[in-house]
């Protein structure tokens, strides 16, 4: 079968080649999907440029997500059939005509439903999922603040948010992805670039602050949005984007930038902050993925949630989808098909 190998390190246009690689064999509880297309996430522009822990050594092959029909299934699979077109979540592997997940990675989609929107259902859908029901709970008229509102992770969020009937701050980098916010219905929009959202946040909400933050940017930003919380307020950190091109002394000042605290400050300000990895939930708690990508499944089909297409790339422009991606161009979720 073909793959799009990372072979280095290197600017998008020259880090992929198309290159036959083994085709892999379904094992107990996998699935083997025959790939329509599949999925860029952020964590593959940081993989390519060598700044992701838990990207496999190069040549690799990456990605995260695929939509495709199952094409053998091992034992112990219980919830997919041959045949059935799905949506799935890959350990790496993604960027293949062929790729291999766990069962509870992986669930059914209708025939018609758009690609484009089905590779964003579940690294994007489920992170933001994850974040936003399993380690929050949330209240209407709870106010939140959303990073990086207009990208993948963050549309799904809005459309979380706004579900549970929070009043919404999201913050993006351009005039045009503002009026996408303004579009999805949060309340607040706030062009980072042009204003500082701390200052923004604060002018709305005063003393009594935020009860949540969805940080994926990292450094100062994290800071920031501590200082924005109220009491009870949380802060989840899920990436650290502001490291995308840093050399080795921006990241030092980003690692400084997120600041030192002590265990009791969070106590006595009644604050809270936690991280999300969904690689690691994936390994070691695939049952509450399993979960994450059923609901999701479930509250797109009620109309609750919506994935944005950005764009959908042929195999042979993956160099030009990754520069889409990693030049901040793109609104919702970024696809190649084969
Ligand atoms: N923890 C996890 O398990 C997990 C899972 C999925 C995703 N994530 C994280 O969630 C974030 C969003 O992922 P995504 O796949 O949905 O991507 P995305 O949000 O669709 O695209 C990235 C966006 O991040 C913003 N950005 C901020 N700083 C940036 C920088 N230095 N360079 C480039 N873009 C920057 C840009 O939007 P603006 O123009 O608005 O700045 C850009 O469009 C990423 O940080 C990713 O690593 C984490």
């Known amino acids: 079968m073909k793959a799009a190998v990372l072979v280095k390190n290197a600017e998008a246009h020259n880090s992929f080649e198309i290159r036959e690689v083994d085709q892999p064999k379904a094992g107990v509880g996998q699935v083997l999907i025959k790939v329509e297309a599949f999925g860029l996430n952020f964590a593959d522009i940081m993989a390519r440029q060598g ?65 484009g929107k089905a590779t964003a259902l579940t690294t994007q859908y489920c992170t933001a999922y994850y974040c936003f029901e399993e380690m929050l709970n949330l209240y209407e008229g709870d106010k939140v603040l959303i990073h990086a509102a207009a990208g993948g992770v963050g549309t799904a969020l809005v459309q979380l948010a706004k579900y549970a ?54 450094g100062k930003s994290v800071k920031k949005g501590l200082k924005l919380l109220g009491s009870g307020g949380r802060i989840v950190l899920f990436g650290a984007s502001d490291m995308t091109g840093a050399n080795i002394f921006g990241k030092i000042g980003m690692g400084l930038g997120f600041g030192f605290y002590h265990p009791v400050e969070f106590m006595l300000t009644s604050k809270g902050m936690m991280g999300v990895n969904m690689l690691r939930i994936a390994d070691d708690r695939p049952m509450v993925l399993k979960r994450c990508l059923e609901n999701v499944v479930k509250l797109v089909a009620e109309g609750v949630l919506n994935p944005t297409e950005a764009k959908v790339f042929s195999i042979d422009e993956i160099g030009e989808a990754h520069a889409f991606l990693e030049g901040r161009q793109s609104i919702g979720k970024v696809s190649v098909c084969w």
Do not use: W
């Open 51 to 115: 700044n992701y822990q838990d990207c496999p050594p190069l040549p690799a092959v990456i990605g995260y997500d695929v939509v495709g029909e199952v094409v053998e299934i091992g034992a112990g699979v219980d919830n997919v059939n041959l045949g059935d077109r799905v949506t799935a979540m890959t350990r790496f592997g993604g960027y293949a005509e062929y790729a291999l997940t766990d069962f509870r990675a992986c669930a059914k989609i209708a025939k018609d439903y758009p690609l």
């Open 165 to 218: 009937g929070c009043e919404i701050f999201g913050t993006a980098g351009s005039d045009e992805k503002l009026a996408y916010l303004k579009d999805l219905g949060v309340d607040h929009p706030i062009n980072y670039r042009a204003k500082d959202f701390e200052v923004e946040v604060r002018k709305i909400v005063g003393d009594q602050g935020l009860d949540a933050v969805f940080d994926p940017i990292g």
